[in-house]
DNA sequence: TTAATTGCAAAAACTTTGCAATCGG
DNA sequence: CCGATTGCAAAGTTTTTGCAATTAA
């Protein structure tokens, strides 16, 4: 999906909940979208802090990232400790996680059956499913290397 | 597994770490396993300074709680938002969670298909697991039926 | 106009840590 | 005895919130 296409998307949401139409809201969707990467809220926090024009104050940014989740753009991907990281999810398939340890590589993967087994589990117990993650914590094949 | 075979354990551990034998480490294994249920670190100490005898501070609770993740009695089963909710899994087979966003019920489930899919997964991307954890958030059966 | 939004600083919630006293081996 | 552990309070992290000023509709 194109950054305008999503935008536009958003701007739909926020009228239909009635919220305002901002500048800070669509530059911190640029921003998360050129960021490019997961990332934790402090750190885009700082990375737009040391930008040449600041398009947002901290709490702005708390404030707009929840609105995204609701949204459904942004997800809370990994937790790990007390570290939540997210992903710019729009437009993007659905996947699960894989999370090196050593090095905080990041690899994404889907797999069709396990999307399948779940929606099984969840009927079995009667359960309506809203969303799932699944997180795989291990060693990369590069720090696997280098520990030989 | 017994707790008592569970402690003897934990002591093998903390010799073998070098650490001491303490009493409020072996109450603390006691009260976790006495509180039958998931539990969150500041619930367990709010629960553990309400009883009559107080046997561990919250700095010595902390504490132990990381020895017990690392000896593998205790493992961070959910994170949701800025609670992390743990469980006592000494002995007990290994399973996922169904969490009812409603009204917070936790359903455990296990299914070795997926376990094996992931196993296939990590193979795949030459990536060695250590550990994981699948989060189905939805709404249990209970609460759909209330919303009717 | 007026209700939502922003930025700030303060507060909240959770967790870690420095240190002196104490305890275990 | 010596080094690990404890409790406390202080500090660190991350996130939320009250409020006055500002802005969108």
Same mark, same amino acid.
């Given at each position: 999906?194109?950054?305008?296409?999503?935008?536009?998307?958003?701007?739909?949401?926020?009228?239909?909940?009635?919220?305002?139409?901002?500048?800070?809201?669509?530059?911190?969707?640029?921003?998360? $979208?050129?960021?490019?990467? &997961?990332?934790?809220?402090?750190?885009?926090?700082?990375?737009?802090?040391?930008?040449?024009?600041?398009?947002?104050?901290?709490?702005?940014?708390?404030?707009?990232?929840?609105?995204?989740? +609701?949204?459904? $753009?942004?997800?809370?991907?990994?937790?790990?400790?007390?570290?939540?990281?997210?992903?710019?999810?729009?437009?993007?398939? &659905? &996947?699960?996680?894989?999370?090196?340890?050593?090095?905080?590589?990041?690899?994404?993967?889907?797999? +069709?059956?396990?999307?399948?087994?779940?929606?099984?589990?969840?009927?079995? &117990?009667?359960?309506?499913?809203?969303?799932?993650?699944?997180?795989?914590?291990?060693?990369?094949?590069?720090?696997?290397?280098?520990?030989?």
């Amino acid at each position: 999906m194109q950054v305008d296409e999503l935008k536009s998307r958003f701007e739909q949401f926020l009228k239909q909940k009635g919220y305002k139409i901002t500048k800070g809201r669509f530059e911190i969707v640029d921003k998360i $979208a050129s960021y490019g990467k &997961h990332f934790e809220i402090e750190e885009l926090v700082r990375w737009i802090a040391n930008q040449n024009k600041t398009v947002a104050s901290r709490s702005t940014v708390y404030r707009t990232v929840r609105l995204l989740q +609701d949204f459904g $753009a942004i997800r809370e991907v990994i937790k790990l400790g007390n570290r939540t990281i997210y992903e710019f999810v729009a437009g993007k398939p &659905h &996947h699960e996680h894989l999370i090196c340890v050593e090095c905080g590589k990041i690899i994404e993967f889907y797999k +069709d059956e396990i999307e399948e087994l779940q929606d099984k589990v969840c009927e079995e &117990h009667s359960f309506t499913p809203l969303n799932h993650r699944l997180e795989i914590f291990g060693i990369c094949k590069d720090c696997m290397e280098k520990r030989t």
